[in-house]
């Protein structure tokens, strides 16, 4: 009989700081949506964050954790997967930690193409330090560090990731928790990175972003008839719309392409972790055929 | 009941500063109800509502979302609520600080509960109720 797990597995009694109806909210709960939906145990999972509101993330989950510095989360979690290609590496961070701080180590991650997963909370703004435009405000957008409107067009994830080279690429809207469970169960299966940016209204410091705004414009892939993840043309079209129709989903996805832990050679012998496990195993079974030869 | 009289009765019961914000405080619950509603239960609140009220909860999903929480209810009911406090003086700098409005929220969600259900007869509210989030749920029974 096949017991499905329950996403409460992954509660924690740590109090949840993020603002009364913060889109974080239903990233938390679609991750244990989905990582249950796997059937995945806590102790398989890392989640890695940075710097942010929604790097606080790994605290309200029962799994393994690790808060970095600014930006580093991709860094981190690549050299754990390395370590230990068991474990499922989900990385956790805000649009300014991954596309602002941690921008380059985002590209190189894109082309590196590691097992592991990155699920974007994207408020286009930085929350934690009260307001200041992000990489992904769009141009003209006001806050304190840009009160005349913010002067760069937007950071485009999804566009750099593809041109980048990932090999999983999608989006999906905090207001659809269903929807981005699916999507984030789908990135998890993925092998090679996966990037999944998720919409999110800050209910504090964001006022125009607002679950109202993205709801007006959020229309899902999975509906389009014949859009073809696979297609890298098609993707590269649906990565430039932003304004008045967004996209989520799956946005381009492409299978069979080896991972970076694939082709380390000092890999080859088997990961550090299981090579330690052996290290340790190896004397307790010397003990064992040297009491089997006493007594048997 | 008329549209205005549903906003001035909003205003009055949570003494909120003006007609205006009680209009903004009622349409934001109202667009959060319609995210948790199915299309079924919207069109059967129209014959009892004002028809600016029918048309925001005509906006529903076609198909509801479970997974939606009280925490998401809650972004969508404070939409218009001012998060964000003075500019923090105590570093000497211009960055604001946040307001924790998640009473206050909760509490103007209750103020349009309580009009609402003034409008809809006990079978209309607990047909509602049972496809409110739980917490949710807990408010509108209790307004």
């Known amino acids: 009989m096949v017991t499905r797990m329950d996403a409460k597995i992954y509660d924690t009694t740590v109090e949840v700081t993020w603002c009364a109806g913060c889109g974080d909210f239903a990233i938390l709960k679609a991750l244990k949506l989905a990582l249950a939906d796997l059937e995945i145990a806590p102790h398989q999972v890392l989640l890695v964050s940075g710097i942010g509101c929604g790097s606080k993330l790994p605290d309200y989950m029962n799994a393994n954790g690790y808060m970095t510095i600014h930006g580093r989360p991709l860094a981190v979690a690549t050299g754990a997967k390395l370590a230990n290609p068991e474990l499922h590496v989900i990385v956790v961070n805000g649009d300014g930690d991954s596309y602002g701080i941690g921008g380059n180590h985002f590209v190189h991650t894109c082309r590196r193409n590691p097992n592991i997963t990155q699920i974007v909370e994207n408020n286009q703004i930085y929350g934690l330090t009260k307001g200041q435009y992000s990489p992904t405000s769009d141009a003209g957008f006001i806050t304190t560090t840009s009160p005349d409107g913010a002067i760069e067009a937007a950071f485009n994830p999804a566009a750099i990731a593809l041109a980048a080279g990932a090999t999983f690429i999608a989006r999906s809207f905090s207001g659809d928790p269903k929807h981005m469970a699916g999507v984030i169960a789908q990135g998890v299966r993925h092998r090679g990175y996966a990037l999944i940016d998720v919409l999110q209204p800050c209910v504090t410091f964001n006022r125009v972003n607002t679950y109202a705004w993205y709801r007006e414009r959020v229309y899902h892939l999975e509906e389009e008839e014949g859009y073809e993840p696979s297609d890298r043309t098609a993707a590269w079209h649906k990565a430039q719309e932003w304004g008045e129709r967004i996209p989520v989903g799956v946005i381009y996805q492409v299978e069979g392409v080896p991972t970076y832990e694939d082709q380390v050679k000092a890999l080859e012998g088997g990961s550090p972790v299981s090579r330690l496990l052996e290290l340790a195993r190896a004397p307790a079974l010397e003990q064992y055929e040297s009491l089997k030869e006493q007594f048997v | ?143």
């Open chain 2, 1 to 143: 009941m008329e549209y205005r009289e549903f906003i001035t009765q909003v205003r009055e019961r949570g003494k909120l500063a003006s007609f205006e914000e009680a209009e903004a405080t009622t349409l934001s619950v109202m667009r959060a109800l319609s995210e948790v509603i199915c299309r079924e239960r919207a069109v059967s609140m129209q014959p009892c509502l004002p028809v600016e009220l029918c048309c925001i909860l005509e906006l529903c999903p076609p198909e509801v979302d479970p997974f939606i929480d009280m925490q998401t209810f809650i972004g969508w009911a404070s939409a218009d609520l001012d998060a964000v406090g003075m500019p923090d003086r105590t570093l000497g700098g211009l960055d604001l600080f946040a307001v924790d409005c998640a009473d206050e929220a909760v509490r103007r969600c209750g103020l349009v509960f309580c009009v609402l259900k003034c409008c809809m007869d006990r079978s209309q509210q607990e047909a509602l109720a049972r496809e409110l989030p739980e917490e949710v749920c807990d408010w509108f029974r209790a307004a």
